[in-house]
């Protein structure tokens, strides 16, 4: 057989060729090989029947323009060996697993021997294992979300250290205990803070908040703490009732404790420690019962070696912290909070939206500073663009999408726009179709075109 001289090592030489191709074709293992030049020269039974391509249609071709990334290429490129790699191989849509080792005559590469098998139902099945393990842990976590208040249900979750957290604050939130809630801006300190109070014997009460960074240092005394007839120009007749006293039985939320000015922190020392308030202007002593929650994305403990945080109050409010962890440090919760914003984006409609494996991969990837409020805020904006039943990395925000995402003009080919828009159309249905393993009816509803369009753009890019 012609094909069968290209075979060039001293051993197979000296073999009685028919007996050595005998022993080849009887391998259930798929074998190529290929020569210096990465031309097919010889592929067995079993490469036919796994690649669904007949020996004659592969022989004489070059995997380099079959196959561009193939492992074999690298090991004849390279001369050194392959073992158990998978090799994803898009022309025949198969995941592979096998070895491939170069062939050595005069102590250069001649080609490379590549012995592998289809391990496609093996990566199927796999994956499906991996959903039913995720089912599974999504159910223990059901689960153990039973053993949390109903008033805690709202927090979407895996990562352990918020579960901690959320046990922690469902059982001091039972007690009258100050509490201090850290953490950066968007983690949900205000969530949580709601959360407690719901879990309170004070729930049926009063929830007063208050952000202290927003209102300015002059008026925050009197918003506090009201004022009396005439305390001061501008004052209203009649004075005014404080956020203490609107609190009275229930619950008042210091936000943003942390950019309090210096001088109000003592008066806020006094409430905790006496539990009483006199109103701006006024001499009569209000005594208090409320409880106190107090929530600051600051480093408190830095702000008292600077002298700009009251030591004795840190103590006063620090008598239960709940910490909780930035998105960054508890990206095993991204998906789990993302499809529930999602749901809760498209409450009022009837679709169902899914997240692309890229965008899950992008989402990841990102290092959200602005925490769930970003992810929330991100996701909304993806929502809104996109143009089928599944968000894909053009409908994220181009600040959060990695560089290798991103289109880089300077290395295109032709600047004509109308080509590079065929080339991505193309691009993108060719995809699609291996995706969904040319399910097109699958593939029509993720590219979010008509079915008619689908099949004229199939026409157009010669894809039947």
Not at 73 to 100: C, F, Q, W
Not at 112 to 137: G, H, P
Request: contains cysteine; hydrophobic residues 40%; charged residues 30%.
């Amino acid at each position: 057989m012609e094909k069968h001289k290209a075979i060039t090592t001293k051993t197979i030489q000296n073999w009685d060729k028919e007996f050595l191709f005998d022993i080849l074709e009887n391998i259930s293992d798929a074998v190529m090989i290929n020569d210096a030049d990465t031309t097919i020269v010889y592929v067995n039974h079993a490469y036919e029947v796994i690649l669904g391509t007949p020996a004659e249609k592969a022989v004489g071709k070059r995997l380099r323009d079959i196959e561009p990334d193939a492992i074999a290429i690298k090991v004849i490129e390279t001369g050194k060996p392959s073992h158990n790699i998978v090799d994803y191989l898009r022309t025949v849509n198969i995941h592979a697993v096998g070895m491939s080792f170069p062939i050595y005559k005069n102590d250069a590469v001649s080609g490379a021997v590549s012995i592998f098998n289809d391990v496609s139902e093996i990566d199927k099945l796999t994956k499906e294992l991996q959903r039913t393990r995720e089912i599974n842990k999504y159910f223990q976590q059901e689960l153990e979300k039973k053993h949390l208040p109903q008033s805690f249900s709202e927090y979407i979750y895996s990562n352990n250290n918020i579960k901690d957290m959320l046990f922690l604050a469902s059982k001091v939130a039972k007690t009258d205990a100050t509490v201090l809630i850290r953490g950066e801006s968007g983690v949900g300190k205000e969530v949580l803070a709601r959360a407690v109070y719901k879990e309170s014997k004070r729930n049926k009460m009063p929830f007063i908040k208050v952000n202290c960074a927003s209102i300015p240092e002059n008026l925050l005394e009197s918003e506090l703490f009201g004022y009396e007839d005439g305390a001061f120009t501008g004052a209203k007749r009649g004075g005014k009732i404080g956020k203490f006293e609107l609190a009275q039985g229930g619950t008042i939320f210091l936000d943003e404790i942390g950019d309090m000015a210096f001088s109000m922190q003592a008066k806020i020392l006094r409430v905790l420690q006496e539990r009483e308030i006199e109103r701006v202007g006024g001499t009569k002593t209000i005594a208090l019962d409320v409880r106190v929650i107090a929530a600051t994305n600051k480093n408190l403990e830095e702000m008292i070696e600077q002298g700009t945080f009251r030591s004795d109050l840190y103590y006063r409010l620090n008598v239960v912290p709940l910490n909780i962890s930035p998105l960054r440090e508890r990206k095993d919760d991204i998906i789990l909070l993302s499809r529930s914003l999602l749901e809760r984006l498209n409450k009022n409609s009837e679709e169902k939206v899914s997240l692309s494996s890229d965008v899950i991969k992008v989402l990841q990837k990102y290092n959200w500073p602005g925490n769930i409020r970003e992810l929330q805020n991100v996701l909304e904006h993806a929502n809104i663009i996109r143009t089928g039943n599944q968000v894909e990395v053009k409908d994220l925000p181009k600040y959060i999408v990695p560089k290798e995402h991103k289109l880089d003009v300077k290395h295109l080919e032709t600047f004509n726009l109308k080509s590079n828009i065929e080339m991505m159309e193309k691009e993108l249905i060719r995809e699609s179709l291996l995706r969904n393993h040319n399910n097109k009816s699958r593939a029509i509803n993720e590219l979010g075109i008509s079915r008619r369009t689908f099949y004229e753009k199939l026409s157009k890019y010669g894809f039947e």
